[in-house]
């Protein structure tokens, strides 16, 4: 399984205006496992530089997967990867794969690592190592396990976040399957979680990703993969977000 990443600009109408592949090739080195490549990539922006950060598998014999920041140099017909950070998890935190951490837009190197409980982790690129600075017990309880998924961003006075359960299963041929359900979570200041959506997807397919989060003209814009091979936009209006909201902590 091998990932590609592209970067790409968006015309207002969301259509895509033109793109880039992210050229990694300075920095890769031989796969020793499987799942190749920088996966579920969200892109951010924290003090003036840009990075692609999600889950990378293939550095060790076991796939052990940790987050990483690959730091991009964005320019008018290339994309270039020009820095690469493996982040280690917090501290007494023995883990086979992290994945899915959440980047803070307005919060620079931070990351909800956790839903439920919300943990929220503090990066440091220097030694490439991370603390938890917030861990705040939810009340909340769902049929699956909530985990990860877009950009954390600013919601009027709260942060609004898009986050996925898996429904797992072996089917007829003893092979995994899944279907991917989504929610809107809504917390104050505080990472206390106000408001959540019933569970919901976007166009009814087993696997659909939700990987980034934006606020445009008041509207919610989510990007999202569908089946695995293709990228979507999707514009939420704020109203609907609102009504989407419907549950209270």
Known sequence: ??????????????????????????????????????????????????????????????????????????????????????IQPPLNVDSYCEKNWMPINDMPFHFVKWTNPTEVVKVNLENRSSETIALVPQTITTKYEMRGGSNVIKWGKYRLGIIHECAFWYNEGNNKDSVYLHRLLLWDKDWNLIKYSDELNFMTAQIEFACGAAEINGDLVITYGYQDNAAFALTVPKDLVEELLNNEQ
């Open 1 to 86: 399984l091998r990932t590609t990443n592209y970067f790409c600009y968006l015309n207002k109408d969301l259509s895509v205006k033109k793109y880039f592949k992210v050229d990694t090739s300075e920095l890769d080195v031989p796969a020793v496992w499987e799942f190749i490549g920088l996966e579920d990539a969200r892109i951010v922006k924290w003090d003036d530089r840009y990075f692609i950060c999600g889950v990378r598998r293939d550095t060790k014999p076991n796939g052990e997967g940790r987050m990483e920041l690959s730091e991009i140099e964005i320019k008018d017909s290339s994309v270039k990867e020009i820095g690469r950070y493996r």
